[in-house]
């Protein structure tokens, strides 16, 4: 009899989203005439950039034509796409990352769930507490971790790094030491983000204990302060240590459209292995490259235009991030993120429990939120609000807020 994989049975099952899904549900059937506004999305809600449609719609043209069509695309993207990304998000960073050590990949869920192949079962992970659940859950389907431990609320053999507002949502160091950590700033759910001098301790300490560092950079392009670095790379020594994310969803509107890079420096070996090649054997075993007509779009990301829509796409979001900073202040809240992150993170009030507080959102401001203690413990008696939504939704539910 054939067997499945045991550690699959491991997983919970993800509640956060159906239990809101269903809450809301319930609320919207027993308030039809109560107008709900959703802040918990993490999907965007402003349409591709003109630039962005017109290099679709030519990709698409050319594909119509024996002699401008375009079949599988190289494993690892287009060298277009790869030389510009290289030059715009690195070299004119100071960032010596070079078009062949980027990946070109159908977005950053899929490479931050699947880099771990590439390293031993044996290895242990740190993660941040809360967390973007994919780093673990992906750790626990290949069998990295032990069972699911309700007291501590975490899989066993996993080191969680609390963050909260008493270390700025950036951990310390942990007590055990970890083989592969995962980072992610700016950081999805509390919206923080790490200083340069911060990574670097931590590029230094991944050098000192040998470990490496997965860094999650998705929401770099809502970076607006000078003194918060773009890249893990812009550290000294990090790119012997570090792998890197990029997406082009929240920057660029690609969430329905699919594209993102991974970073995989030469230089990164493990025990004299070049994780570089380990990497583009797996992607060039299990993947077969992102669409033609998607990285013609990517491109155009990169030209004059493309950069100039896209920055005002990122002002928009940023205009309702900061919309739901003051008005959160304003009624009394303690808030935290939202100045280079689409995310808001508050603590909740009184000693209220995070779905308490979701409750009381849905109920007194026909509004919904993620309850922080989703996204792992430490979460707990926080909650998150995007600023992903339209503006006048946005302005809407700050004034319901107030009210409350
Ligand atoms: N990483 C983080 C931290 C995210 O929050 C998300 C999406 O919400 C992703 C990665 C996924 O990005 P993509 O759409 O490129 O798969």
Redesign the pocket.
Known sequence: MYKVNENYLKIQGNYLFSTIAKKVQEFSEQNPDKEVIRLGI?DVTQPLAPVLVNALQEAVQEMASADTFHGYAPDLGYEFLRSEIAKNDYQSRGCQISAEEIFVSD????D?GNIQEIFSTDNKIAVCDPV?PVYVDTNVMAGRTGKYDAVIQGYEGVIYMPCMAENDFVPEFPKEVPDMIYL?YPN?PTGAVITKEQLQEWVDYAQKVGAVILY?A?YEAYIASDEIPHSIYECEGAKSCAIE?H???KNAGF?GVRL?YTVVPKELKCGGVSLHDLWARRHGTKYNGAPYIVQKAGAAVYTKEGKAQIKNQISYYMENASMILEGLKQAGYQVYGGVNAPYIWLKTPGRMSSWEFFDELLKNANVVGTPGSGFGPHGEGYFRLTAFGTHENTKKALERIARM
């Open positions: 993490g977005g950053a869920k899929c931050c973007y992610c999805n999650d998705a994310f997406s082009f969803s969430t993102g």
